[in-house]
């Protein structure tokens, strides 16, 4: 007899009459808001305006639904493609199947395009939304509950997922709740980026990296446990494979760019002001509207006056 375990729902949507509420599409509208108003406390504590964050994320998030979707149905071909499916089915993303690999390059694009609009650099947004997208992460996993779907080897441990449903050749049984294990990994790779941020004022794109670092890490071994059909390169499963190549890429690029641009950016947004450090240095002395060739021309005046110039300073 179990005595504890992780029940699945009954059922993954419910129809508010002639519309179905998808709990998976719950969890990732959930997550993109969370990850926009994260995102938008940081920017601004950075020195940047509010409402930039969304106003990009119309660019990058639509990018990243369709990046995600395409890294998934490319991956898994055959659940489309194959005699017997229905290839229509590769545009229900409701039912499940995004892949984070593709919803980032993709979703890193449609941010470029964002940022460029606006002449911000790329790398000071991503630091910005880093631990956001993380959180996105966490709650985007749940949808994967509600669909009962990517779990691990079977287990007896009290918090083992129940699976309940037997469609797409699913065994009814006790498993190791993946989707659950992903989520709080996730949880923890924002706080170490937040914690990370604020201790070592990293900068140019490294928060960012960071949080790719850290999620690889844990995205590997919870890779490993997971019992669903993927395909395979030397006995080992292709996200594993992913996850190691984008880890050891994210650690060159926190290396190299620590040596190479040191700090961080002392403007995020052109023609903000404001941020996180002390007085007017986040604005760049610029904080009474005073250009800097403003305050440069007051000072060669201020100069003439004290030497005894006849030019008087209006």
């Known amino acids: 007899m179990e005595l504890a375990y992780i029940p699945s729902p009954s059922r993954g949507v419910i129809h508010l009459g002639p519309i179905p509420l998808r709990g998976y599409a719950f969890c ?7 990850a926009v108003w994260l995102g938008n406390k940081r920017w601004i504590a950075r020195g940047g305006r509010a409402g930039t964050v969304a106003d990009i994320a119309v660019w990058a998030v639509p990018f990243g639904l369709i990046g995600g979707r395409l890294y998934h149905v490319i991956t898994d071909y055959e659940l489309y493609f ?16 995004l892949g984070i690999w593709g919803a980032i390059a993709l979703g890193a694009l449609g941010a ?8 911000i650099p790329l790398p000071a947004y ?19 509950w509600f669909n009962q779907e990517l779990y691990g080897r079977e287990t007896d441990l009290p918090w083992a997922l129940h699976i309940t449903s037997s469609v797409d050749g699913r065994e009814p049984g006790y498993y190791h709740p993946t989707f659950l294990y992903e989520s709080l990994w996730c949880i923890g790779v924002a706080l170490l980026v937040i914690w990370a941020d604020r201790r070592f004022k990293l900068g140019h794109g490294r928060a960012f990296a960071l ?5 690889c890490a844990g995205r590997a071994w919870i890779e490993y446990m997971r019992v669903d059909d993927a395909h395979h390169i030397l006995g080992v499963r292709l996200n594993v494979w992913t996850a190691l190549i984008v880890f050891l890429l994210a650690v060159i690029y926190l290396v190299v760019s620590a040596k190479k641009r ?10 903000a002001s404001g941020g996180e450090t002390d007085g007017d240095e986040a ?16 000072t060669k005046d201020d100069v003439k006056d004290g030497a005894g110039s006849t030019t008087k300073k209006t």
Request: with cysteine.
């Open 28 to 34: 990732i509208i959930i997550g993109v808001f969370v």
């Open 82 to 97: 194959s005699e017997g499916r229905d290839w229509v089915d590769a545009f229900k993303i409701w039912e499940g199947g």
């Open 112 to 119: 470029w395009i964002g940022c460029r609009r606006r002449g």
């Open 126 to 144: 991503a630091d910005a939304v880093a631990p956001g997208i993380a959180f996105a992460q966490a709650i985007g996993r749940w949808g994967n």
């Open 211 to 215: 949080y790719v670092a850290a999620y």
């Open 262 to 271: 040191p700090g961080r950016e002392a403007v995020v947004e052109p023609g």
């Open 283 to 298: 604005s760049g002395g610029e904080a009474d509207g005073d250009t800097e060739a403003d305050v440069e021309g007051d």
